[in-house]
């Protein structure tokens, strides 16, 4: 079966770290772009980061540069997301999302991992 | 960075009408654009790229158009099931990548 299940939300504490993953399934991984991209309670989606296939170009939006590494394992079939210095506003659900290169529109997502910010 | 502007933020239609929805890009993307549908508690689905293509797997009921700046997805007879939030996506360059803020569409 095609798909992508995230794993690693949870509650942490403002200024703390978490680093999510996301595992492929069902198709060549290691041809396709991948993405985060991320939906705060009751609001709408958010861009986050992109990687390429190979990793060579990476992507983050303004809002988590400096505090957030995407990266992949194409032999594990598995995309990260390092958070560092969370803050309450990076409260959300965190999607893993594909991307069939070179295009950038999200062709399969994942269930979703939730990542609470809260002291 | 371009600006995605989906309006309305909200409709309400009966079963069977015509849902127009429109995107407006603060600068040209061509036909770089995709739409969403987010149902209530699931996860997002790709209805539409490029403007105007259709998803495999999707009804023949929504349709795109546009290119340039204005774009629209059209639900030509509104079902139950389309009850949703839409979402239209930039994607005519590298990141970044832009989302509108959606239209939550309900039935009347």
């Known amino acids: 079966e095609v798909q992508l299940v995230e794993s690693g939300g949870g509650l942490v504490k403002p200024g703390g770290s978490l680093r999510l993953s996301c595992a492929a399934s069902?198709?060549?991984?290691?041809?396709?772009?991948m993405n985060w991209v991320r939906q705060a309670p009751g609001k709408g989606l958010e861009w986050v980061s992109s990687?390429?296939?190979?990793?060579?170009?990476?992507y983050y939006a303004d809002s988590v540069k400096g505090r957030f590494t995407i990266s992949r394992d194409n032999a594990k079939n598995s995309l990260y997301l390092q958070m560092n210095s969370l803050r309450a506003e990076d409260t959300a659900v965190y999607y893993c999302?594909?991307?069939?290169?070179?295009?950038?529109?999200?062709?399969?997502w994942g269930r979703g991992t939730l990542v609470t910010v809260s002291s | 960075d371009i600006q995605m502007t989906q309006s309305p933020s909200s409709l309400s239609a009966s079963v069977g009408d015509r849902v127009t929805i429109t995107c407006r890009a603060s600068q040209g993307i061509s036909n770089y654009l995709a739409w969403y549908q987010q149902k209530p508690g699931k996860v997002p689905k790709l209805l539409i790229y490029a403007a105007s293509t259709l998803q495999s797997g999707v009804p023949s009921r929504f349709s795109g158009s546009g290119s340039g700046t204005d774009f629209t997805l059209t639900i030509s007879s509104l079902q139950p099931e389309d009850v949703a939030t839409y979402y239209c996506?930039?994607?005519?360059?590298?990141?970044?990548?832009?989302f509108g803020g959606g239209t939550k569409v309900e039935i009347k």
């Open positions: 990687i390429s296939s190979s990793s060579s170009y990476i």
């Open positions: 996506q930039k994607y005519n360059s590298a990141p970044p990548l832009t």
């Open positions: 999302a594909r991307a069939e290169s070179p295009v950038w529109y999200f062709d399969l």
């Open positions: 069902g198709f060549t991984f290691s041809s396709y772009s």
